[in-house]
């Protein structure tokens, strides 16, 4: 095929800044349809970026031929809409969290399997210039075996970055039913299962929603995590850091620390036992404040003109959503919860 066609269900903060136009930004994808239930959205996007707009993801796929599709949707109708476009045998790049079950990212998986399509999950943290190059330099075996490490994401919450504020669907339980666990912690336990390319065993959390008002989705969120490796440590997501906002990871190895994120124009440091300190310049990560491209669409679009399965697999995003979901069981009966192996 010439250029991949593409279409974006849901138009709100993260295909306005991110897929949509980092679709148009890619010379191999054609961006065609756009489908929202306030379709005026749909229709700002087709306007800007050219394509058609629908109210709804079936009316589009009744009259759309695509290749492949981003869904952007509140997180319970991830599943279902992923299911459908597979079953019609287009390629799916869904947000995450994949699912909010167990069961549909199941689903999800096997409907692509069937259909013989891919279906890709958006944890760009993968992406991001620092965590590759710390994840090169853990991949080196300098630094020996990871041993502790803490891993964090928190921001003043969705009201700053959904393009409905305070009203967004972030906020609805029953619309997003994980809060920022869904939102930032599923991101956090992708992350580090990628960076030392170990499972999590065991998980202990505390979960609740501490000042977030009126909403009854979790705001914050501390866990701690035993891989089977037997390194340990914590995962944090917050949607109340007001002020000072984290996304940054720590590991402490046999031979030095990595630190990642926690120095401004140094995001990647290596301090060793020797007494050596090495620092990269390697580029921000993204932030709601200043996006820089994710890297997930362009992996998106040559995983299928290559017919390569995407290294963000389904497969890969339930492993990662398992985590969040022990966590909540975890919060639940007051246990530590052991992951399947």
């Given at each position: 095929?010439?250029?991949?066609?593409?279409?974006?269900?849901g138009c709100?903060a993260?295909?306005?800044?991110?897929?949509?136009?980092?679709?148009?930004?890619?010379a191999q994808?054609?961006l065609v349809?756009?489908a929202?239930?306030?379709?005026?959205?749909a229709?700002?996007m087709a306007e800007?970026?050219?394509?058609k707009?629908?109210a709804?993801y079936?009316?589009?796929l009744?009259?759309?031929?695509?290749?492949?599709?981003?869904i952007?949707?509140p997180?319970?109708?991830?599943?279902?809409m992923?299911v459908?476009?597979?079953?019609a045998?287009?390629h799916?790049?869904?947000?995450?969290p994949m699912?909010?079950t167990?069961?549909?990212g199941?689903q999800m998986?096997e409907?692509a399997?069937?259909?013989?399509?891919?279906l890709?999950?958006?944890h760009?943290q993968r992406?991001?210039?620092?965590h590759?190059?710390?994840?090169e330099?853990?991949?080196?075996?300098?630094?020996?075996?990871?041993?502790?490490?803490?891993?964090?994401f928190g921001?003043?919450?969705?009201?700053?970055w959904?393009?409905?504020?305070?009203?967004?669907w972030?906020?609805?339980?029953?619309q997003?039913?994980?809060g920022?666990?869904?939102d930032?912690?599923?991101?956090?336990?992708d992350?580090i299962?990628?960076?030392l390319n170990?499972?999590?065993?065991?998980v202990?959390?505390?979960i609740?929603?501490?000042?977030?008002e009126?909403t009854a989705v979790?705001?914050n969120?501390t866990?701690l995590?035993?891989?089977?490796?037997?390194?340990?440590?914590t995962?944090v997501?917050?949607?109340t850091?007001y002020?000072?906002?984290?996304?940054?990871?720590v590991?402490?190895c046999e031979?030095g620390?990595?630190k990642i994120?926690t120095?401004?124009?140094?995001?990647?440091?290596?301090?060793?036992?020797?007494?050596t300190?090495?620092?990269?310049?390697?580029?921000a990560?993204a932030?709601n404040?200043?996006?820089?491209?994710?890297?997930v669409?362009?992996?998106?679009?040559?995983?299928?003109?290559?017919?390569?399965?995407?290294?963000?697999?389904?497969?890969?995003?339930l492993?990662?959503?398992?985590?969040i979901?022990?966590?909540?069981?975890?919060?639940a009966?007051?246990?530590?919860?052991?992951?399947q192996?």
């Open positions: 095929m010439s250029k991949i066609r593409v279409a974006v269900i709100g993260i295909a306005q800044r991110r897929h949509i136009p980092e679709y148009a930004a890619n994808a054609e349809a756009y929202d239930p306030r379709i005026e959205r229709r700002e800007i970026y050219g394509g707009a629908y709804s079936e009316e589009l009744a009259n759309e031929k695509i290749d492949a599709v981003s952007c949707t997180n319970y109708l991830h599943a279902p992923a459908a476009f597979a079953e045998g287009v799916v790049l869904v947000e995450k699912a909010t167990e069961e549909e199941k998986i409907a399997r069937k259909n013989g399509v891919y890709m999950v958006g760009n992406l991001m210039p620092p590759v190059k710390a994840k330099i853990l991949d080196s075996g300098r630094l020996g075996k990871v041993l502790t490490f803490r891993t964090a921001h003043p919450g969705p009201e700053a959904s393009v409905d504020g305070r009203d967004s972030f906020f609805e339980k029953d997003a039913i994980l920022a666990m869904g930032l912690g599923v991101h956090k336990s992350f299962r990628y960076l170990d499972e999590v065993a065991e202990a959390a505390f609740g929603t501490l000042h977030k009126d979790d705001d969120a866990c995590l035993r891989m089977k490796s037997g390194a340990i440590g995962l997501a917050s949607w850091q002020q000072g906002g984290d996304n940054s990871t590991l402490w031979n620390v990595v994120g120095v401004s124009g140094d995001e990647v440091i290596v301090e060793l036992t020797n007494g300190v090495e620092t990269y310049k390697v580029g990560m932030t404040e200043k996006q820089v491209p994710s890297g669409i362009d992996a998106f679009v040559e995983s299928i003109l290559s017919q390569t399965p995407p290294s963000i697999s389904g497969e890969e995003g492993r990662s959503l398992q985590v979901l022990a966590a909540f069981e975890s919060q009966t007051g246990q530590i919860v052991k992951l192996p």
